[in-house]
């Protein structure tokens, strides 16, 4: 088992930056790849960013350019760095992971952290 929990959520004005933050713990050496979500009010969840063990990471087309995914392997910590956020980035954001990789890859990764909310306002 793996748990996740998620931190670093907060209200922002258009344009402004983020860091959200996931610490895993349990038996994250049988993950293969981890990711994080968001879910809009009233909309259905989508993939923000996926990352690979074997280092690919894949960018909705929606955040590219815009959001960095990076992690922390010494402290098991996966971080969504967001810049020039708009208000359609507003939402929950969830990280999530997968001892499969197509499980990531098909949106339906194994482990979910409780999500933490993104706020921006124009």
């Known amino acids: 088992q793996v748990q996740l929990v998620e931190s670093g959520g907060d209200s922002v004005h258009s344009g402004g930056s983020l860091t959200l933050s996931c610490a895993a713990s349990g038996s994250t050496e049988t993950l293969r790849c981890m990711a994080w979500f968001r879910q809009a009010t009233g909309k259905e969840r989508e993939k923000v960013v996926v990352?690979?063990?074997?280092?690919?990471?894949n960018y909705e087309a929606a955040v590219k350019g815009r959001f960095t995914i990076s992690q922390d392997n010494a402290k098991n910590t996966l971080f969504l760095h967001m810049n020039d956020l708009k208000p359609e980035d507003t939402a929950m954001y969830y990280c999530a992971a997968a001892p499969r990789t197509y499980d990531c890859y098909s949106g339906s990764p194994a482990y979910w952290g409780q999500g933490t909310q993104v706020t921006v306002a124009s």
């Open positions: 990352k690979y063990s074997d280092g690919d990471t």
